[in-house]
């Protein structure tokens, strides 16, 4: 996100959440409202960069009560996949596990951490036993970030496959977002 404002040289100030909220998606609406609160006074426009991310309309509640903006769609992987072509991945195939390149450098942390699997190996059926792929959306695809795809879909004993996303969704989301 930060690197998209640089890009285009806009005049936007970021201000990140932790990464791990995604991890309880219940707190996000909260946190976000809490730094809304913190920043208003500073700015004369603020935005938030979340899509609805598991909020189930919580989100859209403190958008509207601060009459402030968020962007579109159920996730990130609406953002940077398309919503027309995530829906049609999971219709495909349900089972579907999504990886962003986010998610890829820090699996090990957010997902094999934060759920035990480290010290609970055996948990790994209850967490991922009805998944059948493991999907990155690859934005911005390396050597070394497909080696660690690689690595999260085998720790979780899953296919890999690589959807070749860029920057665009996540670009076009931003310029909709900030309407420049």
């Not at 004369?44 to 989100?59: F, N, S």
């Not at 999907?135 to 070394?144: C, G, K, R």
Request: one cysteine or more; proline letters at 6%.
């Amino acid at each position: 996100m930060a690197e998209i404002v640089r890009s285009h040289d806009w005049p936007v100030d970021v201000h990140p959440l932790p990464p791990l909220l995604h991890n309880a998606p219940h707190l996000i609406a909260s946190e976000v409202e809490a730094l809304l609160v913190t920043l208003r006074p500073a700015y004369a426009t603020v935005a938030i960069a979340y899509a609805d991310c598991g909020t189930y309309g919580e989100l859209d509640a403190v958008c509207e009560r601060h009459g402030v903006r968020r962007l579109a769609g159920l996730h990130c992987y609406d953002v940077l996949g398309g919503p027309d072509r995530m829906r049609a991945m999971f219709e495909q195939q349900p089972g579907t596990y999504v990886l962003t390149d986010f998610l890829v450098r820090s699996f090990r942390r957010t997902v094999v951490q934060e759920l035990g699997l480290d010290r609970y190996p055996e948990l790994r059926e209850d967490y991922f036993g009805h998944y059948t792929r493991v999907v990155w959306l690859a934005q911005e695809p390396d050597t070394e970030l497909r080696a660690l795809a690689v690595d999260a879909a085998s720790l979780i004993g899953l296919p890999l496959t690589e959807v070749d996303v860029g920057l665009g969704g996540l670009d076009r989301s931003m310029r909709e977002l900030l309407q420049v």
